[in-house]
Structures are given as C-alpha cells and as structure tokens.
C-alpha cells in the first residue's frame, strides 16, 4: 500500500507522451506489439502494448491498451519471465524495469532485482490497468484543491465528505469514461494471464509487494494451474472484514512508529535522540490539530504540487509511508534519520513542508488511479458513525497515530464514488489454491502499512505458501539484500522454499 510520495522517490516521472487508450475492437488480440520506448527509457528496456478487454465478460467489447516494459535476461541460462508489481494500488509496472536498467548504468550490482536474479530471468513490468502508461484515470485536478476532510464524526461532515468524493469520482468518470469501472484486482489478473500467453510463458512467475501480493495471491486463485515461482512480500490479506482490516493496520503503524521512538532513543543518528520523542510527537500533532503548521516552500511555489499548511491529518498520513526503511542513507527520503530530520524542522522551526499533502496538478495524477482502485476492492463509510467509532476505537489501541492509515482513508475517501465496489474482500478459495505451486509470503514483524497478521491470514489462504518473517521494521524485505533477501532468491532460481515460518535478521 505505497503512496504516492514513494513513487516519487523512485526518481522515474510517468512519461504523458504516447499514453494507450480505450478503443473499441471486437476481436481480443493477444500479442504483443513491441514499439520504440519514449526517449527518456534507458536501454535495453523494450516496450509494449498490448489490447485487451475492457470487460471480460464482454470479449467482443471495448479493449484498452496496457503498457509493457521487458529486460530479457542478461546471462544464457534463462528460466522465464519475472513479472513484478511494487504495490500502490496505483503503482507502475514500467517503473522498476527502467529503474533497474537506469541503476545498471549506473554499475549497481543489485538494483530491483538482484544480480543473480537478473541473470537468468527476462524481467516484465505491465503497468496495471488505468495506471501509468496502460490507459490511466484521468479527473480534474481542480476538484482536489481544496483539502478534504476525512476524519469526520459528525453527520453534517459526512454529507460534505460524500458530496466531495461524489463530485470528484465524477470528474473522473466524465474524463476516462467506462474504464473507471474496470479496474479492479480481478480484471488486473486476468490482464496478466493474457500477457504471460503473449509471451508463451507456460508458468506466471512473480515477485509482487504490498498491494502487489494481493495481486499475486488472486491471480493464483484464478490461474492455479499457471502459478510458477510466486513471492508475496509486504501481505496484503484481502479477506478480512472492515473493522478488522482498519483496526489491524492502526495498530502496525503504531507498533513501527514505536520502533521508531526506540531508535531514535538508542541511536544518536536521530534528530530526537536524549529527548522524550514520544510526548514531543504527540504535542506535535495536538499543535496542528488547534492550528495547521504553515509550509512555506509549498506557499512560496505553488507548481510544487503541495499544500500551504499541514493539519494533523497530515502529519500522520504522512508519517506512515516515510517509516517504511530503516537502514536508508541519510540521503533518503525513506530513511528513519531523515524522519527524525523532517519532525525536528516541524517541532523546532514550525516549517512542516515536508510532512504537506500532495495537490494534484495532472489529470492523471497517481492519486486518481489508486483510488479508482481502491473503491472497487474495498467497502466504504455508510454513516458518520461509521468512522466516529473506528476513530474512538483507534485512540484507544492507537493513542499516537490515532488510526490515520490508508484503510480508514479508502474508507472514508471511497463513501459517495460513483463506481460500484465489484470485487469485495473474500476469503480465497482453498479448493482452488491448494492446486497452486509452492510461493512465498514474506513480511517484517514490524511493517508501518501490512500487518504480520495479514501475512499469517494470506498464508492460511494459500496452502502451498510458506511464510519467511524478517525480525526488524520498513515496508517489504527483498530490497534489503539481505538473508531475507537471499531466501527469496535461492526459491526464484532453484524453486526451493525455506522452511515455514523461518525468521531471518535482515
């Protein structure tokens, strides 16, 4: 469940030009039609599209196009095609191909994937469906503009919500047309089946994280008899009830930024580090909670795409996705020591710029897809009371981050969309996974946006699964190269599992 401010840490900007959109076809063509990348596409990444159906239950209906980027693989020894997904929803497909490319020239021996990885695979990143490159959401930015208030516990505040996300999500169904309802899960998986064909691939082999493992586990429940080398890292578990999914990730976000405290109390690389980070974070929040922070580089620059000021909504939205690495370089946006350096700047000189929401300035704005996304594959807030009690019970089992997550955001943002929820939360078919072929479901004990407990619920879905834990904090694992690491590459290359439920230190 990355957000939109870790993509941009990927340092690779959507390319607008030469966008796929719908067509109407009434023949489905599964090949793929190999094209010249845009000009800003590393070498030797080649690029695709390829039609496929709007509405798979209409095959002589509309198509759209999807994006495809390939990097065959570098050594003789091929084993097959690697597809990989980083999360979101709403996150590009194309994206880790040209990084890895762009990090190779670069001479970086382990950059997406490892060194030893990229060896014997052919890599594939498709953008998803509305994403990216493969015909994305497009809305109206200006109905963005004006902050939405999502922390509401009040019926007065809830109409003004709905209005708000009614009138948004129609914007989006006025410019991308029918295609804003087909862009849930199952139509993604049933997109990738189609290209696994087009590449004559008789296995789907898979290295999915976050929302990218709810990806992968669906895909085996569909295509069992296809599944190939499948990891689910950072487990998103699609079953659960609402409550329970809110609930859950309120408290793993709580329990990471715990962590956090501890470090910063241990480590002298905090900002924070001899102070009481605890109370200084909570006063933090209560003070942009009586009033917003002002973030003067958001005001002095409006192209900058963020906003004026930062409520406590924000700091805490915000807080969340910058937990997700924690042996980062300083450098990093993603690291703990520059957290503690982005608290310290709001706390000491009121400057919260880097904590600021995001504006959205481009019609398709990652922001759009990710929620067209999410509105499709989870429930949405019915009342007022609804989110009053979520927010009641959240401040209790989570006092600091008082239960902002993206759960109660899809929630609350999701109440008064115009596109029907089509693919619920449900249980996946046992019958039908336990024909799967072995995959991995990794997760960090501490993980600020997937819970430990949607990876032992997954693993309970999947029966030829076995799960690897990693004892430490961040978001995902195989990025680490680390033992974790290493255990999923040993799997890819020789097909071997670890023994279940093994925990490695990194």
Excluded at 296 to 303: F, G, I, L, Q
Aim: net charge negative; proline share 6%.
């Amino acid at each position: 469940m990355i957000r939109q401010k870790l993509q941009a840490i990927l340092g690779l900007a959507t390319v607008a030009a030469g966008l796929p959109t719908a067509t109407d076809s009434k023949s489905n063509s599964s090949a793929i039609e190999w094209i010249p990348c845009p000009s800003d596409v590393p070498k030797p990444v080649e690029c695709g599209q390829i039609a496929v159906p709007m509405d798979y239950r209409l095959r002589s209906g509309p198509t759209i196009n999807l994006a495809v980027y390939r990097l065959k693989a570098n050594g003789t020894d091929r084993l097959g095609s690697l597809f990989l997904n980083p999360g979101g929803p709403g996150g590009s497909g194309t994206r880790p191909i040209a990084l890895q490319a762009q990090r190779e020239q670069k001479g970086i021996r382990d950059a997406v994937v490892s060194y030893e990885v990229r060896q014997r695979y052919d890599l594939i990143g498709p953008d998803p469906r509305g994403i990216g490159l493969s015909t994305p959401i497009q809305c109206d930015p200006a109905t963005q503009q004006n902050r939405t208030n999502y922390y509401v516990s009040d019926e007065a505040g809830f109409q003004e919500l709905v209005r708000r996300n009614k009138e948004f999500g129609e914007s989006c169904a006025n410019l991308s047309g029918p295609a804003l309802g087909f862009v849930d899960t199952i139509s993604v998986v049933q997109d990738l089946d189609l290209i696994r064909r087009a590449l004559g691939e008789k296995k789907f082999d898979y290295l999915g994280f976050s929302y990218g493992t709810q990806i992968g586990a669906q895909y085996a429940e569909r295509f069992p008899e296809h599944t190939g080398r499948m990891v689910l890292d950072g487990a998103l578990d699609h079953s659960g009830d609402s409550h329970t999914m809110f609930l859950t990730e309120a408290v793993t976000y709580e329990s990471t930024l715990n962590q956090f405290f501890d470090w910063c109390n241990t480590t002298s690389e905090c900002a924070f580090h001899g102070r009481d980070l605890p109370t200084i974070f909570d006063d933090l929040v209560d003070r942009a909670e009586r009033e917003p922070l002002p973030a003067p580089e958001c005001k002095a620059d409006p192209t900058k795409g963020c906003r004026a000021d930062v409520t406590s909504y924000d700091i805490l939205r915000n807080v969340q996705p910058l937990l997700t690495r924690v042996n980062a370089t300083a450098s990093s946006a993603q690291s703990w020591a520059m957290l503690s350096q982005i608290l310290k700047l709001a706390v000491d000189d009121n400057n919260g710029t880097a904590l600021a929401a995001s504006v959205p300035t481009a019609k398709t704005d990652f922001f759009f897809s990710e929620r067209a996304v999410e509105c499709q594959d989870w429930p949405r807030a019915d009342s007022a009371g609804f989110l009053a009690r979520r927010i009641i019970a959240a401040r209790a089992l989570a006092p600091h981050t008082r239960g902002v997550s993206q759960s109660f955001e899809i929630e609350a943002g999701c109440a008064g969309w115009p596109a029907k929820m089509t693919n619920p939360p449900a249980r996946l078919d046992v019958k039908k996974t336990k024909k799967a072929s072995p995959m991995l479901v990794v997760n960090a004990f501490h993980d600020p946006e997937t819970s430990i407990a949607w990876a032992l619920g997954l693993r309970e879905q999947l029966p030829t699964s076995v799960s690897l834990f990693r004892d430490g904090s961040g978001h995902t694992s195989y990025g680490l190269f680390g033992e974790t690491s290493k255990a999923i590459d040993k799997f890819l290359l020789e097909g071997k599992t670890p023994k279940d439920g093994v925990v490695y230190d990194s």
